[in-house]
């Protein structure tokens, strides 16, 4: 009889032991897919202070990002430097998602963009080369918010999650340019970018979640641990940027430029390095370690601008930017395609985007020095799942010029309105974007 009783109780212990090992294995509990967008960045505190809008002017070394074409305008050797600081706020709208979603801010200072130019003569013929550091893109995201999931087939689950999400990290490029006067009127440049991760860090961009809850699975009561880090490094990518500036009018001291710049397309490869733990205590523990390589298709840019000086003091210039965000693609080494904003399938539309922007500039002429005040404005969407985010902006700039150093400062300020957060993995989630930009460079002339 005790025989009996030891072999049921035997039977029935390894049928629970199973059921929770089963109920653990078909239970996966992650958060959502949460990534962060790049965010384009703007060269130059003088380009940044007067709204971007610096094809046709492009008159410092930060020319080799705007517009090659225009470096020929430098008449004597610099070096430049330019630092940034830039402040992020994100106020969310979770709609009917059921998240707690609140404002979220991030803040970073980084190295804008360094240069060294040099002006020269060959074979009777103007030449300015420069080598050049840009920062392109930024992945600094920061998420806290709170999530309660409900699911009544089996296995039955109610779990309560509080989830922390980080990006932080960013590409840059360095960048030889060279610049031939072929005219009197009209001067060509180009520019090579090689872009790498390997400049300042040892990682491109970095994601990391965190997920701590409570709640209760096939009716026993849970504690959930989740932690993964992504990382993605190797970033690896080249392209060319091809640059006109032609003086179209000239009478006095009023002067009309126009200039054009177009970025070829190209595809970056980079290694995705994920780790992560699971814990649903009492079921059980789990790890996993993944590293995939996979190609990103960047997309060509083509830009037009004028500029006009009415006279020595003051100036404008208007800037009109496309992009073919139609072919922003990544794929895996298995060959799966998808787009790069939200995971979503590689058939999802992106629209392409038309950026415009406006600037001026009035220099006042002390004894030894030069102030000027600039101001510009702007309306640069953003790529989207479907129909860009509309995204408008302002700057203001000003500085100072003695004769063989330039100081300028400039401040930028953007926003956006219900921006849809499917293209961070927050399907439902809508979201005000404000961003503040500051710059500060020094140039020394030799």
Request: hydrophobic share 40%; proline share 5%; charged share 20%.
């Amino acid at each position: 009889m005790k025989s009996k009783q030891f072999l049921f109780t035997l039977t029935l212990l390894c049928i629970v032991i199973l059921l929770a090992q089963t109920s653990f294995a078909q239970f996966t509990l992650t958060p959502p897919n949460i990534n962060a967008t790049p965010l384009p960045v703007g060269s130059g505190a003088r380009a940044i202070g007067q709204g971007s809008a610096f094809i046709a002017v492009a008159d410092d070394a930060t020319a080799a990002s705007w517009n090659p074409g225009a470096l020929i305008q430098l008449e004597r050797p610099e070096v430049s430097v330019v630092g940034s600081f830039l402040s992020t706020q994100q106020d969310f709208d979770p709609g009917s998602t059921g998240w707690s979603l609140g404002n979220e801010a991030v803040s970073r200072g980084d190295l804008n963009y360094a240069s060294v130019a040099y002006p020269f003569r060959v074979f009777r013929k103007n030449f300015v080369a420069a080598l050049n550091y840009q920062q392109t893109y930024d992945f600094h995201m920061n998420l806290d918010f709170s999530q309660t999931s409900e699911d009544p087939t089996p296995p039955a689950s109610n779990i309560n999650q509080k989830i922390e999400f980080e990006s932080k990290g960013g590409i840059g490029a360095l960048t030889p340019a060279i610049s031939m006067l072929v005219t009197p009127k009209i001067s060509l440049g180009l520019a090579v970018n090689f872009f790498s991760d390997e400049f300042f860090g040892a990682y491109a961009w970095k994601q990391t979640t965190s997920s701590r809850g409570i709640g209760n699975l096939t009716g026993t009561d849970i504690t959930t641990n989740y932690d993964s880090e992504t990382t993605f490094k190797n970033f690896q990518a080249v392209n060319l940027t091809f640059g006109m500036l032609w003086d179209v009018w000239e009478k006095e001291d009023k002067l009309l430029t126009f200039g054009a710049v177009y970025d070829t397309p190209y595809t970056a490869d980079m290694d995705r390095i994920t780790d992560f733990s699971s814990t649903i205590s009492p079921l059980g523990y789990s790890t996993g370690h993944t590293r995939d390589h996979f190609e990103v298709d960047y997309p060509m840019s083509f830009g037009a601008g004028f500029g006009f000086r009415y006279n020595d003091a003051l100036s404008f210039s208007m800037d009109v930017t496309w992009t073919d965000w139609s072919e922003y693609i990544q794929e895996d080494e298995n060959g799966n395609k998808s787009r790069p904003l939200g995971g979503a399938p590689s058939d999802t539309d992106i629209d392409d985007t038309y950026a415009v922007r406006l600037g001026t500039e009035y220099l006042i002429f002390k004894q030894k020095v030069i102030i000027p005040v600039r101001g510009g404005l702007f309306y640069d969407p953003r790529p989207s799942l479907g129909d860009p985010t509309d995204i408008y902006g302002f700057s203001a700039g000003s500085g100072i010029t003695f004769k063989r150093v330039s100081l300028d400062a400039a401040y930028q300020f953007r926003w956006a309105n219900d921006v849809d957060g499917e293209d961070f993995g927050l399907s439902g989630v809508n979201f005000d974007l404000n961003d503040h930009l500051f710059l500060a460079s020094i140039i020394v002339y030799f």
